[in-house]
């Protein structure tokens, strides 16, 4: 007689208070199987910014409440990209911790994979591939270097613009060692996806369907390799334009006499040129440092989980052009239309960033609605007011357009109410 898979009976979702950043620990029950128990998925574990309130969490601190829910055990370890507000947990002392749970499989996005970075000889598809993760290496060399410079007093740069650069810059720092730690962290399998693929997560979770939705890879599409500046139909309000110019260091005539920083120590014919050159040149700065933010963005993974009759979506920091291909483009994109129409919980994407939630997506969930509907559909932000965007410009980070359609039409919740000292989560139940 052939063997019966394990059904699952409950699903847990716990949303981590890790400030800006995200953090969000998955445990499916199955109470008929007490030989499988409770299966835990950890889906990114990152910060750029704790908590304001006192005192504040450590990631060791959250490491040791994720070892004591768990019971030393993870199954697995999703890392949806390398932004270290997804990722800058795994490295130090908390990623020792997560290490010690031994998660038997990983998954990262195809861009991940150490052969995509292969060089190739000849103008294969490798060879995109290939440069397009060599790219991402490059811009974020020049993040660093961005960060650098306004470190390092670059004078002119108003307060709001490197505050900015600051914040960015950081989170697109290569963050080797929790790159190094995943990369062989898996007890089993490592896996790289990109649309369409099998997960392997289905291994550690019997009974679970998990739908890769993105990224896609560059044969299935090019859309990833730019980034969308506006569109009046999928985003909730403009994005300013972003540049692709790359600074250097270097001095254009290094022989030439040099003044020093302070205004009255000009030449009088510059004093008003300078400065606003300075000026010019932080705001290019920020434009570069946006731009990797939105390519990298863009290789995040998109995961559908199907338990029971319900449905998890967790999407990363995925824009526009990630969510193209399965929304507009894909040849079998009415199946994941249908798949999206019943999602029961949505991980709002990139912290709830104007073009992170195209209006397709949020068009197709039926399970929105007002207050007395039955089986709401019910979302959760990780996210921290005032670190990402401009407020002036629309582009504030939560978008207050989008959190008031998600406070009006799916069971909200924040992980900005997170507060007490004894609390790290907010904790979500559904049954299979």
């Not at 304001?52 to 019971?71: C, E, F, L, N």
């Not at 998660?103 to 440069?131: F, I, N, S, Y």
């Not at 291994?203 to 090019?222: A, C, R």
């Not at 193209?324 to 991980?347: G, I, M, N, P, S």
Request: hydrophobic share 35%; aromatic share 8%; charged share 25%.
């Amino acid at each position: 007689m052939a063997s019966r898979t394990p059904k699952p009976t409950r699903t847990t979702i716990r949303a981590y208070q890790v400030g800006f950043g995200d953090c969000f620990l998955m445990s499916v029950d199955y109470d008929d199987d007490p030989d499988v128990g409770v299966r835990h998925v950890l889906i990114d574990f990152g910060t750029t910014a704790l908590p304001k309130h006192k005192p504040r969490k450590s990631m060791q601190d959250i490491a040791q409440s994720i070892r004591s829910v768990t019971g030393g055990k993870l199954h697995g370890v999703v890392a949806t990209h390398r932004h270290k507000d997804h990722i800058s947990g795994f490295s130090g002392s908390a990623g020792e911790i997560i290490m010690s749970l031994r998660p038997e499989v990983v998954a990262q996005p195809w861009t991940e994979d150490p052969k995509a970075a292969e060089d190739a000889l000849m103008p294969t598809p490798q060879t995109r591939v290939g440069l397009y993760a060599a790219t991402l290496g490059s811009m974020q060399s020049v993040a660093n270097f961005a960060l650098k410079e306004v470190k390092g007093g670059a004078p002119g740069i108003a307060k709001g613009v490197r505050t900015q650069i600051e914040f960015i810059g950081d989170d697109n720092l290569s963050n080797r060692e929790a790159v190094e730690n995943l990369a062989k962290m898996a007890q089993v399998d490592t896996v790289y996806l990109h649309y369409g693929m099998k997960s392997g997560l289905e291994e550690i979770l019997p009974g679970v369907k998990i739908h890769v939705l993105g990224p896609p890879s560059l044969e299935q599409t090019d859309s990833i390799l730019t980034q969308r500046a506006r569109d009046t139909d999928e985003f909730w309000h403009f994005q300013s334009n972003a540049g692709h110019r790359a600074a250097s260091k270097r001095r254009l005539f290094p022989n030439s006499k040099t003044w020093g920083k302070k205004r009255k120590e000009l030449p009088i014919e510059t004093r008003w040129f300078l400065p606003r050159m300075n000026q010019i040149r932080g705001e290019q700065l920020l434009q570069i440092v946006r731009s990797l933010d939105h390519a990298m963005n863009n290789t995040s993974l998109i995961l559908l989980f199907e338990v029971g009759s319900k449905k998890f979506l967790f999407s990363g920091d995925a824009q526009i052009e990630n969510w193209e291909y399965c929304l507009h483009t894909a040849r079998d994109r009415k199946k994941q239309h249908r798949l999206l129409e019943e999602v029961d919980f949505y991980k709002v994407g990139h912290h709830g960033s104007l073009n992170a939630t195209p209006k397709t997506l949020w068009g197709l969930f039926n399970n929105r609605g007002n207050q007395s509907a039955p089986e709401r559909m019910r979302s959760v932000v990780s996210t921290m007011a005032d670190k990402h965007g401009s407020l002036h410009r629309g582009t504030e980070v939560p978008r207050k357009k989008l959190t008031d359609a998600l406070k009006a039409e799916t069971d909200y919740k924040t992980t900005q109410t997170i507060r007490r000292k004894d609390e790290f989560f907010h904790e979500l139940v559904f049954d299979a």
